[in-house]
């Protein structure tokens, strides 16, 4: 099993940055990748971006390329989310996942990571 706690999020002015962490624990030599998922109310879960557990290889979607950087603490088995420039559209809970199988090199679908944190909430006021 792997634990997931993700932390850092909260209200942010449009332009602003916030710096998400995700702790991960127990069995964490299992895990192929990490990723980072959002979700706005009424909206699907969404592809942030994916940190390879293994090497240092990322992943990241369009939406966020170029204002959010991942990143990873091997000391601390930490994955962080750097969020600059943010937009109200950034506006979700913000989930972290761990990959466990390594079936595909960083994967988007969210169905592809097995554990999941319990979400931070991040809130871009305009």
């Known amino acids: 099993q792997v634990q997931l706690v993700e932390s850092g999020g909260g209200l942010v002015q449009a332009g602003g940055s916030l710096r998400l962490s995700c702790v991960a624990s127990?069995?964490?030599?299992?895990?192929?990748?990490l990723g980072w998922f959002r979700q706005a109310p009424g909206k699907e879960r969404e592809f942030v971006a994916a940190?390879?557990?293994?090497?240092?290889?990322?992943r990241y979607s369009s939406s966020v390329k170029d204002r959010f950087t991942i990143s990873r603490d091997n000391a601390r088995n930490t994955v962080y989310l750097q969020m600059n420039s943010l937009k109200p559209e950034d506006t979700a809970v913000y989930y972290c996942a761990a990959d466990r199988y390594g079936s595909e090199a960083l994967p988007t679908a969210g169905g592809r990571y097995t554990y999941w944190g319990q979400g931070t909430q991040v809130t871009v006021s305009s």
């Open positions: 127990g069995r964490t030599f299992t895990i192929y990748a």
């Open positions: 940190f390879d557990w293994i090497g240092s290889n990322t």
